[in-house]
């Protein structure tokens, strides 16, 4: 990838938390230019516009694509990059559909490892 990110987002919706398996995922926009993948993908039709795309050996996805919503613009689900925290959001998207429990997080136990 070359540039800089268009936005990142902590997404809420209910597809993308049904696809990934977790209640919210992280997604780093670029213009679809800027990627160069090497090795294959598989593309599934998600919804009538939207496509995500996964590596077909390990199944991690990998980006989305919506050319209606989001024109020219590639989101790369920023927790597979060697550097995770180079793309920090910077909003949280589709609220309406957030698990009411992720307003709570900062008030939860926190453990540096599993506890015992």
């Known amino acids: 990838m070359s540039g800089d990110f268009v936005h ?9 938390r049904g ?4 209640p919210a995922v992280a997604w780093a926009a670029v213009k679809g230019d800027q990627l160069e993948v090497d090795g294959k993908l598989t593309t599934y039709a998600s919804s009538e516009h ?6 077909p050996a390990c199944g991690t996805g990998l980006f989305y694509i919506n050319e209606a919503n989001l024109p020219g613009l590639v989101d790369i689900q920023a927790g597979t990059f060697d550097d995770p925290e180079a793309a920090s959001p910077g909003v949280h998207i589709q609220t309406a559909e957030r ?6 997080l900062a008030d939860l136990p926190a453990f540096e490892r599993y506890p015992g």
């Open 19 to 22: 696809h990934a398996g977790a």
């Open 8 to 16: 990142v987002a902590l997404c809420h919706c209910s597809d993308c």
């Open 50 to 55: 939207g496509r995500r795309q996964f590596c």
């Open 99 to 104: 698990l009411g429990y992720m307003t709570r």
